[in-house]
């Protein structure tokens, strides 16, 4: 599966974005998703995950939780990730990842065990 991620850009302090990743091959319900985050000079971060369409659990990282929703759309190869009350340390590039196995547990935080990526979409949120 070939993964596209998109929505990014620049955001005052406070606003929301909607980052959208489009799933090529395959239909994103037949795998596990992620959002991944690297700030500049950071290492990539877990954000959000949802497992496949079974029970389509969510979880996210304590920095989002409440804030960020990650959402799979009614067309069946898209994923979502709706930020609102973004905040200046939510500047990063987003990744959206998926593996065709749950990562249950701390697995989902791993990004080595995801096994598709997209490139990536810059959110700037500014003060």
């Known amino acids: 599966v070939q993964l596209q991620a998109s929505g990014g850009g620049l955001v005052q302090a406070g606003g929301s974005l909607t980052l959208s990743c489009a799933a090529s091959g395959r239909t994103s319900s037949r795998y596990f998703m992620g959002w991944f985050r690297q700030a500049p000079g950071k290492d990539r971060e877990f954000a959000a995950s949802?497992?496949?369409?079974?029970?389509?659990?969510?979880s996210y990282a304590d920095a989002v939780k409440g804030r960020f929703t990650i959402s799979r759309g009614n067309a069946k190869n898209m994923v979502y990730l709706r930020m609102n009350s973004l905040k200046p340390e939510d500047t990063a590039v987003y990744f959206c990842?998926?593996?065709?196995?749950?990562?249950?547990?701390?697995?989902?935080?791993?990004?080595?065990?995801?096994?598709?990526w997209g490139q990536g979409t810059l959110v700037t949120v500014s003060s």
């Open positions: 990842a998926a593996d065709p196995n749950d990562l249950y547990g701390d697995r989902r935080y791993r990004d080595e065990l995801y096994n598709y």
């Open positions: 949802m497992a496949r369409s079974i029970d389509t659990a969510t």
